[in-house]
């Protein structure tokens, strides 16, 4: 068994590093401990064999929205069996100053959070608008169709009547001829 004692430096505490050490270390079985350093680093001590342990030390190179590891310093010894298991150690102070940072977290999301609603309500205004503008196209849609319709009866009752009278006169035409032949003048 080995021991890994590491000190990371950069956005490293009130970012939940600890949380996500904790968690890598259980997921590899590791045992130790994570706590953060007055200079602003963290301290991961955690045992193992020496592959984990590896493993585990690159592992820790978080990079993610809140997390920014800039440097590990990393020493490899023999491992004491002190730890059980693998746990975040906290300052006597953290958890009252945890609690002042969540709470400031929380009202930067209920900023965030009434931006957003703001910026919906406007986009359900703008695509109410757009509703009521396609509404009032369709509505003039159909009275175009309904005027249309109107015209092409109109039309068709013309036609009918031309072609009718078409007819008759050439009925006529053909009586006239007829008798036009019957008296010999044609």
Do not use: C, W
């Not at 298991?85 to 009252?96: A, C, L, N, T």
């Not at 003039?140 to 009718?164: A, C, P």
């Amino acid at each position: 068994m080995m021991r890994l004692t590491a000190y990371i430096s950069g956005r490293v505490q009130r970012v939940g590093f600890r949380a996500k050490a904790v968690s890598l270390a259980t997921k590899m079985g590791l045992v130790g401990m994570v706590q953060n350093r007055p200079d602003g680093r963290v301290l991961v001590i955690a045992e193992g064999e020496k592959a984990e342990l590896e493993r585990f030390a690159e592992d820790l190179r978080i990079e993610n929205t809140y997390i920014h590891v800039q440097d590990i310093s990393i020493e490899f010894s023999s491992g004491l069996g002190e730890f059980s298991s693998f746990r975040k150690i906290s300052g006597p102070d953290e958890i009252g100053e945890r609690l002042d940072d969540g709470i400031e977290i929380l009202k930067l999301m209920a900023s965030s959070l009434n931006r957003l609603e703001k910026k919906m309500d406007q986009s359900l205004d703008k695509q109410d608008q757009m509703l009521d503008k396609q509404d009032q196209m369709l509505d003039k849609q159909e009275t175009t169709i309904g005027e249309i319709s109107g015209q092409r009866n109109d039309l068709k009752t013309y036609m009918d009547m031309r072609f009718e009278r078409i007819e008759t006169d050439l009925t006529e035409l053909k009586e006239l001829k007829t008798a036009l032949k019957e008296k010999g003048f044609i």
